[in-house]
């Protein structure tokens, strides 16, 4: 089911890609066995985010060329049950807590983006550091306010492609690039 908030006008290449947008969480949440959410055009913050079960997505993002990535990243704070309220009682602590849950959506969207666009995980990395890197980017104008959660520069990128060692060879050759994975022992 797709809902339009407010005064949100959708043209018919939004429509299409809004389609598209709930094709996408109904097979995501087929594959994890959730209830299907509902695709809202319109968010009350940001590009994209989730009110479970409910997905909300910003029209200028509806066709965007990082829309799936914005998509799979929501979708796996559904898949995470990040919906419910934060456990830390201090500021401090519910922002630490907030950040890990951010950090986790990325690397969940890296996975549910391979599945849905049957990308081998590389491909699928590879296009998540790329929609993190634009975001980043968003988040760095002068005035400029980073969501709850989110950190600045290359942190949350970082964070993310250290989930991945298999992958260092190239990812440390990026921008942002990870830390050396620790060596085992």
Known sequence: MVLLTGCTTVMSQQRTALSDVQQFADATARVYKLSRPVVVVGTPSGPGSLDKPTLFVRTDQLTSPTRDQLVAH????????????????DPAGREAEQYRREVDAHVKAVEI?????????????????????????????????????????????????????????????????????????
């Open 74 to 89: 929501e979708l796996a704070h559904y898949v995470l049950g990040h919906g419910v309220a934060l456990k830390a009682a």
């Open 113 to 185: 983006l391979a599945r849905y666009r049957n990308w081998d995980e590389a491909q699928a990395l590879k296009a998540m550091y790329a929609y993190l890197m634009v975001a980043d980017l968003r988040s760095r104008p002068p005035g400029s306010v980073v969501s709850c959660g989110h950190r600045g520069g290359c942190v949350e990128v970082r964070a993310m492609l250290s989930h991945f060692p298999e992958h260092y060879d190239w990812t440390s050759k990026l921008q942002c690039a990870p830390l050396p994975p620790r060596a085992a022992r």
